[in-house]
């Protein structure tokens, strides 16, 4: 799965379900940081989309809604990424 098919999957679980970007987000942050890395990331498309990623899609994943290359994903990035 590229990561854009990753990326529009996020969106179409998004409009089903009724959550917020915000949402996704604290879904995904299981350690309450305020950023997502990748275990976080291939935890949270793993339940919510229900598709296992390999660790380098996780990475190119991360590398593409990454826009301060601290190889995480804070909510501004998530939200950019998902409007």
């Keep these: ?10 969106k179409a679980v998004m409009e089903e379900s009724g959550k917020s970007v915000e949402d996704i987000f604290n879904e995904m942050d299981t350690d309450g940081d305020g950023l997502v890395n990748g275990p976080e990331l291939f935890k949270g498309v793993k339940k919510l989309i229900g598709q296992t990623l390999s660790p380098d899609q996780i990475s190119m994943m991360i590398m593409a809604i990454d826009t301060n290359e601290d190889n995480r994903i804070g909510l501004p990035e998530l939200q950019k990424a998902l409007s």
């Design 1 to 10: 799965m590229a990561n854009s098919e990753a990326i529009e999957k996020l």
